[in-house]
């Protein structure tokens, strides 16, 4: 299995900045893409930002217009993490944060979905 560990959630004021880490522990398998996703009370959980390990650059291409501009996700697949560096916070981005991985077992092509446990983000005004 993949395990993903979050890090780095917290309370800040609205215009503040906050960055979160995740690592993943990947024995048997490769990671394709690693990325954030985010879920608000009440909502569905929405796409923050994703990193695809043949992008060589690292940095997301892949970010919901919401945050475009503000947030940032970056990855490094040698070292399996990813982070998510986000400026200008606004109430509205209160919300559970969760780290996302897709990945295959050494030698298969089957895709598989793996979740962090979440790190909470809570944005005053």
């Known amino acids: 299995q993949v395990q993903l560990v979050e890090s780095g959630g917290g309370l800040v004021q609205s215009g503040e900045s906050l960055k979160l880490s995740c690592v993943a522990s990947?024995?048997?398998?490769?990671?394709?893409?690693m990325g954030w996703y985010r879920q608000a009370p009440g909502k569905q959980r929405e796409l923050v930002g994703t990193?695809?390990?043949?992008?060589?650059?690292?940095?997301?291409?892949n970010v919901a217009d919401s945050v475009q501009g503000r947030f940032f996700v970056s990855a490094n697949f040698a070292q399996n993490t990813v982070s998510l560096t986000m400026n200008s916070l606004k109430p509205e981005d209160t919300a559970t944060y969760y780290c996302?991985?897709?990945?295959?077992?050494?030698?298969?092509?089957?895709?598989?979905?793996?979740w962090g446990q979440g790190t909470q983000v809570t944005v005053s005004s």
């Open positions: 990193v695809s390990g043949a992008d060589t650059t690292n940095v997301a291409r």
């Open positions: 990947r024995p048997g398998f490769i990671i394709d893409v």
């Open positions: 996302h991985a897709v990945a295959r077992r050494y030698g298969r092509s089957q895709l598989l979905n793996f």
